[in-house]
T-cell receptor, first 113, second 112 residues
Framework: SQQGEEDPQALSIQEGENATMNCSYKTSINNLQWYRQNSGRGLVHLILIRSNEREKHSGRLRVTLDTSKKSSSLLITASRAADTASYFCATVRPTDSWGKLQFGAGTQVVVTP | DGGITQSPKYLFRKEGQNVTLSCEQNLNHDAMYWYRQDPGQGLRLIYYSQIVNDFQKGDIAEGYSVSREKKESFPLTVTSAQKNPTAFYLC???????????FGPGTRLTVL
């Protein structure tokens, strides 16, 4: 079953603009992770935020987590054409001791030059 | 060069045939996972393995089988019992105690 739901499903922006996507989930979590997938390729881990954290940064990425609302957001600043990809949030529940990831359906981001 | 390899990249099979997808990792990771991805959707867990000679069903295990005879290898067999096998299959691994999963490049299976 899908734990996370991303919003929007698709996003089209121009280079230099910021891209924001949101993820909502249903059950309590241990951590939430964001992955990126280029078309027809495997996923690449971007950033992880734990349930006791509210915000994390990594380069041009900023992730927030609101456990009271069961939601997270991923912000990509100063986007580039190379950021064109699908972005997925994935949650790990406290009961899943072996790191089972529950994925959302993803946000498809297109960055035009 | 460490990583996860999947083969083949593309696979075509006739209905009713079993097919095995290969997944190999040289990261010395204990845990390995198989996911299925359908167009425009997220990943769904088929099977996972925590350690050699042990594996557990995921959310959509029906019609699939796996083995874990070696730490570095976790092959997935798509059997004729899988009603709609055409999909993109992704293998991943994770080190013991880690959180991040490392993914292979995927195998696209098309059943004709």
């Amino acid at each position: 079953s899908q734990q996370g739901e991303e919003d929007p499903q698709a996003l089209s922006i121009q280079e230099g603009e910021n891209a924001t996507m949101n993820c909502s989930y249903k059950t309590s979590i241990n951590n939430l992770q964001w992955y990126r997938q280029n078309s027809g390729r495997g996923l690449v881990h971007l950033i992880l935020i734990r349930s006791n954290e509210r915000e994390k940064h990594s380069g041009r990425l900023r992730v927030t987590l609101d456990t009271s609302k069961k939601s997270s957001s991923l912000l990509i600043t100063a986007s580039r054409a190379a950021d064109t990809a699908s972005y997925f949030c994935a949650t790990v529940r406290p009961t899943d001791s072996w790191g089972k990831l529950q994925f959302g359906a993803g946000t498809q981001v297109v960055v035009t030059p | 060069d460490g990583g996860i390899t999947q083969s083949p990249k593309y696979l075509f099979r006739k209905e009713g045939q079993n097919v095995t997808l290969s997944c190999e990792q040289n990261l010395n990771h204990d845990a390995m996972y198989w996911y299925r991805q359908d167009p425009g959707q997220g990943l769904r867990l088929i099977y996972y393995s925590q350690i050699v000679n042990d594996f557990q069903k995921g959310d959509i295990a029906e019609g699939y089988s796996v083995s874990r005879e070696k730490k570095e290898s976790f092959p997935l067999t798509v059997t004729s019992a899988q009603k709609n096998p055409t999909a993109f299959y992704l293998c991943a691994s994770r080190e013991r105690g880690g959180d991040e999963q490392f993914f292979g490049p995927g195998t696209r299976l098309t059943v004709l």
